[in-house]
Every structure is written in structure tokens, then in C-alpha cells.
């Protein structure tokens, strides 16, 4: 069974950062892309950042582009997101999920990320 | 990166069927066969029903299904049910970005 977990949200003030975690289990982690989306409160679903089986690709939202950064460790299953420089917009849930053909069949429960003075 | 279009809402009597369009360009939908649909009910993590266009996920009822016309995708829900009441969503993969989503559309089961 695909598990993925996801841990590391908080509060943080505007300006600061965080960085979330997903462990991953019950698939072979290696060999498959994987996502971060990200839910607001009351509001739609957003793509966030995207990254290949190996790492050596990676893509971005515009609206993250430049200030999060999306990365994994094979060796450990875990998925990354590092977020700088967070704003209040930044405020939601942020899922990671398993990439099959683009879509997203596996999802984590998610972790809430509060942005707020 | 402009988000696929959708309906805000859309509603149906149990047993009719109802069809949730979702728009793209021919930078998203209109050029690629990588449409997804996603079911998210209040509260609750999104589940994939429908990938590639037109393909079911194992254990996804029949009664759904997908389509697609030039920049539009549509997904299909036949004899509806009660518990089909929820938000859903469109994706696509993209050429300018990796995906986007569509706003959402609420399903009211009347």
C-alpha cells in the first residue's frame, strides 16, 4: 500500500521559512516523479513544484518559482520542500504526491502551513 | 500560468447524468493527452478518477468517465449518486509549466 507522510508545517512569520518533509512508502520511490501541491483554506487545488526520479529535474509554479525549492533523497524515500521567503498567500495545506503520466494517483494527508504575524 | 477554466457549480438528480466541461488553450488540454480529474470531498484528500483523457484508475466506479474536444476536457458522471456529491477538479500538463489545475466545480446532488 502507498503511504506518504507528510510532516514539518507550521506557523511561520512573512519573510521566514520552512521546510516540509514526505516520507515515502510502499512503492518503489526511486523510480518515480513526484509532486508538492498545495490547497488555501476554503480555496481550489494548485500545482506547486514537480521533480524527477533522480532530482536532476525540477519545476516550479510561477508563483513559487525563485523562493522554494523541491528536492528528494532516494536512499531515504523522502521528498522535500524547502520555502523561503513565505508570504501570506503561502497560507495551506501542502500535499506531496506520487506522478503517474502527469496526474497524481497517491496523495499524503497533507500538512497545514500558516503564514501570519 | 493561467488555471483551466470550470464551472462553479453544477447539479443533478440521482440517476441523471451530468458532464463537468473544464477549458484549456492548445498549450494545456487542447495539445497534450494528459487530463486528469480529481474528486475531493469537504475535508478530505483528492482522489484521482480519471487520468490520461479517458483512463479509470483501478477501483474508480464505471460511472465515471472522460473526454476531450480540442481545448476542452469533460468528465462524465452517469446515474448519479448521493455520495457523488463533492467538489472536482480538472488538470493538465502544460508546456509553459509542469501542471495546472481548474478552479473547481461543486456537485450538488439534488
Known amino acids: 500500500e502507498v503511504q506518504l507522510l507528510e510532516s514539518g508545517g507550521g506557523l511561520v512569520q512573512p519573510g521566514g521559512s520552512l521546510r516540509l518533509s514526505c516520507a515515502a512508502s510502499g512503492f518503489n520511490y526511486r523510480t518515480n516523479w513526484m509532486h508538492w501541491l498545495r490547497q488555501a483554506p476554503g480555496k481550489g487545488l494548485m500545482w506547486v513544484s514537480r521533480?524527477?526520479?533522480?532530482?536532476?529535474?525540477?519545476l516550479y509554479a510561477d508563483s513559487v518559482k525563485g523562493r522554494f525549492t523541491i528536492s528528494r533523497d532516494n536512499a531515504k524515500n523522502t521528498l522535500y520542500l524547502q520555502m523561503d521567503s513565505l508570504r501570506g498567500e503561502d497560507t495551506a495545506v501542502y500535499y506531496c504526491?506520487?506522478?503517474?503520466?502527469?496526474?497524481?494517483?497517491?496523495w499524503g494527508q497533507g500538512t497545514l502551513v500558516t503564514v501570519s504575524s | 500560468q493561467s488555471a483551466l477554466t470550470q464551472a462553479a457549480s453544477v447539479s443533478g438528480s440521482p440517476g441523471q447524468s451530468i458532464t463537468i466541461p473544464c477549458t484549456g488553450t492548445s498549450s494545456d488540454v487542447g495539445g497534450y493527452n494528459y487530463v486528469s480529474w480529481y474528486q475531493q470531498h469537504p475535508g478530505k484528500v483528492p482522489k484521482l478518477m480519471i487520468y490520461?483523457?479517458?483512463q479509470r484508475p483501478s477501483g474508480v466506479s464505471n460511472r465515471f468517465s472522460g473526454s476531450k474536444s480540442g481545448n476542452t476536457a469533460s468528465l462524465t458522471i452517469s446515474g448519479l449518486q448521493a455520495e457523488d456529491e463533492a467538489d472536482y477538479y480538472c488538470?493538465?500538463?502544460?508546456?509553459?509549466?509542469?501542471?495546472?489545475f481548474g478552479g473547481g466545480t461543486k456537485l450538488t446532488v439534488l
Open positions: 504526491a506520487r506522478d503517474s503520466y502527469s496526474s497524481a494517483p497517491d
Open positions: 488538470s493538465s500538463y502544460a508546456s509553459s509549466t509542469a501542471v495546472l
Open positions: 521533480i524527477s526520479s533522480d532530482g536532476s529535474v525540477t
Open positions: 490520461n483523457v479517458t
